[in-house]
């Protein structure tokens, strides 16, 4: 049962552009929604987290948008770097627990 | 601080033999994870690991075991290898307060023929 819906499965966007990746989930006491980066030959590296009590987190480029009622939240990259080609993960976990349940995963590519 | 070091980077077996892959946490780090990256099933959870006690586990058959050692060093076995169980396996460290960030190692990349 996949509880992380992950969505687009690729994306394409032009340096400059701001690139959006959207996750569902289904389990309600999921209160701990991280993003990971992962570039090819490396393990995932953390990029932003947001818990439920607020309903966005900056952080310089990337944004967390939440929305607690939808069950949803998504990451947003603003003027998107070639560098920030790579694949990207959305995952959830519950209190007191490190299982992180991931998303499928998007593979972004940055165009000049 | 180094980060977390997985050992061996790369491994070939063959359907029916044994694997011990080995993991060190970044230092002070007491919980370590296990997961098991493919292409058609994503990242999954196989068990962690917090002071030698397992305290979580995923869906996984029980060919898949893990252990920690007193300096939190951990590993994974895998018995009797099917050819579904070629992976990247990934271990991660966090310390001791839960849903703290977890550091990822670069894996073991395990094919198995």
């Known amino acids: 049962q996949q509880q992380v819906k992950q969505s687009p499965q690729s994306l394409i966007v032009q340096k400059g552009g701001i690139s959006i990746i959207n996750c569902a989930y289904e389990?309600?006491?999921?209160?701990?929604f991280p993003w990971y980066q992962q570039f090819p030959g490396k393990g995932p590296a953390l990029l932003i987290a947001i818990r439920p009590d607020v309903s966005e987190k900056k952080e310089g480029r990337f944004t967390i948008s939440f929305n607690k009622s939808a069950k949803q939240f998504s990451l947003h990259i603003m003027d998107s770097q070639p560098g920030d080609s790579a694949t990207y993960f959305c995952a959830a976990s519950m209190v007191g627990n490190e299982k992180l349940t991931f998303g499928t995963g998007t593979r972004l590519t940055i165009i000049p | 601080k180094a980060g977390v070091t997985q050992t061996p980077r790369y491994l070939i077996k063959t359907r029916g033999q044994q694997v011990t892959l080995s993991c060190s946490p970044i230092s002070g780090h007491r919980s370590v994870s296990w997961y098991q990256q493919t292409p058609g099933q994503g990242l999954q959870f196989l068990f962690e690991y917090f002071s030698e006690t397992q305290r979580n586990k995923g869906n996984f058959p029980g060919r898949f075991s893990g252990r920690q050692f007193s300096n939190s060093r951990s590993e994974m076995n895998v018995s009797t290898l099917e050819l579904g169980d070629s992976a990247l396996y990934l271990c991660?460290?966090?310390?001791?307060?839960?849903?703290?960030?977890?550091?990822f190692g670069p894996g073991t990349r395990l094919l198995v023929l």
């Open positions: 389990n309600t006491a999921f209160d701990y």
């Open positions: 991660a460290s966090s310390s001791t307060v839960t849903q703290e960030t977890q550091y």
